[in-house]
Nanobody
C-alpha cells in the first residue's frame, strides 16, 4: 500500500495549488479518503474528505477555498487549493479516513508566503 502526495510548493498568499495523491494497493473510489496537513509541533489535522459516493466535506478553515476530487480510472485523488493563506502552510498528506490508516507517505510541503 502506498499513498504518495505531490504538487506542493511555494506560493504567494491568494495563489493556488493543486495537490495530487497517487494511490496503490488501495482504491480511492472504494474507500472514504481524505487529505490531512501537519505543521511542526502540532498534530496532523483533517482537511478534506471524499466519500464513496463522491460527496465532500471540509474543515471550516478551508471551506469555499479548497476542493477535493478523484479520478477513479487513474486511482488518483486531488486537492485544488485556492485563495491560499499563510496559515495553510503545512505538509499535506493523503490517506483513508477510517482507521487503521494506511502507511503515511512523505507528504508534500505547501508554503504560502510573500
Amino acid at each position: 500500500v502506498q499513498l504518495q502526495a505531490s504538487g506542493g510548493g511555494l506560493v504567494q498568499p491568494g495563489g493556488s495549488l493543486t495537490l495530487s495523491c497517487a494511490a496503490s494497493g488501495v482504491s480511492v473510489s472504494s474507500n472514504l479518503m481524505g487529505w490531512y496537513r501537519q505543521v511542526p509541533g502540532k498534530q496532523r489535522e483533517f482537511v478534506a474528505a471524499i466519500t464513496i459516493r463522491g460527496t465532500s466535506n471540509y474543515v471550516d478553515s478551508v471551506k469555499g477555498r479548497f476542493a477535493i476530487s478523484r479520478d477513479n480510472a487513474k486511482n488518483m485523488m486531488y486537492l485544488q487549493m485556492n485563495s491560499l493563506k499563510p496559515e495553510d502552510t503545512a505538509v499535506y498528506y493523503c490517506n483513508t479516513l477510517v482507521q487503521p490508516f494506511k502507511p503515511w507517505g512523505q507528504g508534500t510541503q505547501v508554503t504560502v508566503s510573500s
